[in-house]
Structure formats: structure tokens, C-alpha cells
């Protein structure tokens, strides 16, 4: 077959070569290779039944022993000085992967397991190398490459595939899908992920690179972002994690730790991801994009999201000081309870039920309702985009200057 570079495809063929014949001693030396029992089922036929080796597990096991060969140093060199594998040198293949244990787990690897799954087991075949060979050169010579970074998600539901943004996605998960890529994911799921309601969903950032890009994309900020949104638009326990899984062209490229905020699941009852509040969703997530403009409201969206892990008094103290940050300021905390009511109260009697609940907050009191209270007024804040001229307006409506601000639920509501 023709090859793009002869010298490479020689080395990773040599790779593969000694790869099969030290899994094959062992399988002759006692090793079992595991196998699947699959059936193949057609309508009006009877059914058919065969053996597939799970071939991939058993090559990760022995993945030292294949690094350290005199093989695999030469298609590592090789791999080295080819500049369109150099993203996959800073694959996350572990918590502190060297370059070399990274070529090795995200393209040697691969590489040798799928020869061994086409040719059955450990009976070399050509034609088996030169298929996998040429799918790993398209891989690395084309174009454009595909990014992809999924995480499992906990605390809510969706029946079906919702996007937040162009290229970040919540969506059922499919039954075995982490599995089929990476074998060692049963042992890095939540609790119970694929069995209860609200943790069937995995959250998904989707990515074009170009060719000559060697830097994956700072999935766990953006993941992160993407629960904090969900967390203001449903007020339902969300979390992300604890790792996330990396494609790049659908090979595994490796496995990352997911922010610990975004990864610890904060107490309360799941919810449901309705049409509503993706929506809401999506616009919150564009929002926090360019939250860094402000810092007074960074301070206040990050305060609050700490007081979800926090136990009373240190709960209601970073309340507090997310209240100041969002819309006291130099006022202090009774003005921005004044502030939040006339945002987030609908009518008179409501804004004083919400004053009442801040104003004690603002004395220095627990106040339940107030974690709430301030989710709803940051989401108002977020989606005013101008902060100070927001406070402004307030000011002015608790004046009587002019009316108060429309809230994002009525523009919501008048717009349908």
C-alpha cells in the first residue's frame, strides 16, 4: 500500500510485530485472552453466534513491558519527529504522562490492539496492520481533526439531546459507550451512572482543530462553565466527572480530572432538563464567556457557588458577601437586598417576601430561602449584560424614576 512515509510505517510495523509476538508467549505460557459472546440477529433468520476477542484489555495490562522494548523506543523516536503527532505527545494519557507514555497509550496502543482485533488474536496478518496503519495516517495527516471530551453527568435528566452551545451538548449516554474506548472507565463513573433517572446523561464539548494545532482545548474550564450554568438555570444538583474522557478523530486520547467544583455534587433534589431551561441554559453559558469584564460579579458567581458546599455559618457569610459583590457594592448588604428584591420580585407582596429574607441574610442571620434568592438574582445579572447600568435602573425604579427592569422569565413570557 502506499505509505506517506515509509521510515514511520516500517517502525510501527516492527512495533506491532515484536507487540504480537510477546502476547502471543504469553498466551502459550497460560495467559487467557478474554472473549465476547456476541449474537447477530436478522429479521427472518435464525440467529448467528461468535467470538470476539477483548483484545484491548489484555494489551493495556502489559502496556509497561511493550514500552520498554527496543520496538517501541524506535516508533517512539519516529513518532517524536513527526510534527503532525504532536498533539498526542501531550495527551492526558495519566496525572503526570511523559510525552514518551503518552505516544505509546494514545497511538502504539491503539495501533496494536486494533491489528489484533481484525486478525482475531495474535496470527499476524498484513493486510490487518496495513487497514489500522492506514486509518492512523488519515488520522494524523488530514486536514482537520475532531476534538471531543465527554464527561458523565449527575442531577439531572434529559430524554433527549440538548446543545448549549454550538459545540457543548447534554445527551443521553449510550449503553457501554466510555467502555468501548476505555476499559479501565467502569472504575471511574459515579455511583450508580447509567442505572438512576438523573445519572444516565454525559455533558460533551465538541471541537475542530486544525492540522497544525498541538494543544487539546481547556475542556475542563469549559465543562465547568457548562455546570455552572446548569446549576443557575434548574437549581438542581449538578456535577460533571469526576474525569472526563478525550477523543481526538474517535481514538481515546486520554483521561482528564474535571475542575472540583464542577466535579463535587452539591446537596438537593435532581430536576429535568426541560426546553425552558436549556434555553436559559444556553443563554447563561454564552454569558459567563465574558464574565471575567466584571469582576464584582465573578467574585459574586463564584462565592455563590462555593455556599452550595458550604455548612451554616459559612453558608450564609459567603451568601452575604456574594450579595455585596453583585449589587451593594459601596452600599453595602441592605442596599443590594433592596436591589435584588426589585429584580427578582414580580409584585409588591413578592419583593417584600424576598426583602424580608435578604435583609435578614444582610443582618447576619441564616436565612434558608436566601441561597435561591441570590441564584435568581445572579441569572437576572448575567442576562442584563451591563451590570452597572442594571444598578443603575434599580435605583431608579426604587425612586420611582421609571419602572423596574423587565426580568428575563417576563421578557421571556411576553416574547412567547
Not at 428584591?341 to 436566601?370: H, I, K, N, P, T
Amino acid at each position: 500500500m502506499p505509505v506517506r512515509s515509509p521510515s514511520f510505517y516500517h517502525a510501527l510495523r516492527c512495533f506491532c510485530l515484536g507487540g504480537f509476538a510477546l502476547l502471543s508467549r504469553d498466551v502459550d505460557g497460560g495467559s487467557e485472552l478474554p472473549f465476547a459472546f456476541e449474537e447477530h440477529a436478522a429479521p427472518g433468520r435464525p440467529p448467528l453466534y461468535d467470538y470476539r476477542p477483548l483484545v484491548r484489555d489484555f494489551v493495556e495490562v502489559r502496556a509497561e513491558r511493550l514500552g520498554t522494548s527496543d520496538d517501541a523506543k524506535i516508533a517512539i523516536d519516529e513518532l517524536r519527529r513527526e510534527p503532525a503527532a504532536a498533539i498526542f505527545a501531550r495527551a492526558h494519557a495519566g496525572m503526570k504522562p511523559t510525552e514518551e507514555d503518552a505516544l505509546l497509550r494514545t497511538v502504539l496502543l491503539p495501533l496494536l490492539a486494533k491489528t489484533a482485533e481484525a486478525c482475531g488474536g495474535f496470527d499476524w496478518e498484513d493486510s490487518a496492520f496495513d487497514h489500522a496503519y492506514a486509518e492512523l495516517e488519515r488520522s494524523l495527516f488530514r486536514g482537520k481533526r475532531t476534538y471531543a471530551a465527554v464527561a458523565p453527568l449527575v442531577g439531572l435528566s434529559c430524554a433527549v439531546q440538548v446543545a448549549l452551545t454550538p459545540g457543548v451538548r447534554v445527551r443521553p449516554a449510550a449503553t457501554g459507550e466510555l467502555a468501548a474506548h476505555w476499559p479501565e472507565a467502569h472504575g471511574l463513573l459515579p455511583r450508580d451512572f447509567g442505572r438512576e433517572p438523573d445519572r444516565m446523561c454525559v455533558l460533551e464539548l465538541e471541537r475542530p482543530l486544525a492540522s497544525g494545532v498541538v494543544e487539546p482545548p481547556d475542556s475542563p474550564g469549559e465543562l465547568a462553565d457548562a455546570v455552572t450554568a446548569l446549576r443557575l438555570a434548574t437549581a438542581a444538583p449538578v456535577a460533571a466527572g469526576p474525569v472526563l474522557f478525550e477523543r481526538l478523530d474517535w481514538r481515546p486520547f486520554g483521561i482528564r480530572p474535571v475542575l472540583p467544583i464542577a466535579a463535587t455534587q452539591p446537596a438537593g433534589e435532581p430536576s429535568r432538563l426541560d426546553s425552558f431551561r436549556a434555553r436559559l441554559a444556553r443563554d447563561l453559558l454564552e454569558r459567563l464567556a465574558r464574565v471575567d469584564e466584571d469582576p464584582e460579579l465573578a467574585e459574586a458567581l463564584d462565592r455563590w457557588e462555593l455556599s452550595l458546599f458550604q455548612d451554616e455559618p459559612f453558608r450564609s457569610e459567603g451568601l452575604r458577601e456574594a450579595l455585596v459583590a453583585l449589587l451593594g457594592g459601596v452600599d453595602g448588604a441592605w442596599a443590594g437586598a433592596l436591589r435584588a428584591a426589585l429584580l427578582v420580585g414580580e409584585s409588591g407582596r413578592e419583593r417584600a417576601e424576598v426583602m424580608q429574607q435578604l435583609r435578614r441574610l444582610a443582618a447576619g442571620e441564616v436565612a434558608d430561602a436566601a441561597a435561591d434568592l441570590l441564584r435568581r438574582a445572579l441569572l437576572e445579572a448575567l442576562l442584563h449584560e451591563d451590570r452597572s447600568r442594571l444598578v443603575a435602573a434599580l435605583d431608579d425604579a426604587a425612586l420611582g424614576l421609571r419602572p423596574r427592569p423587565a426580568g428575563y422569565f417576563a421578557a421571556r413570557a411576553v416574547a412567547s
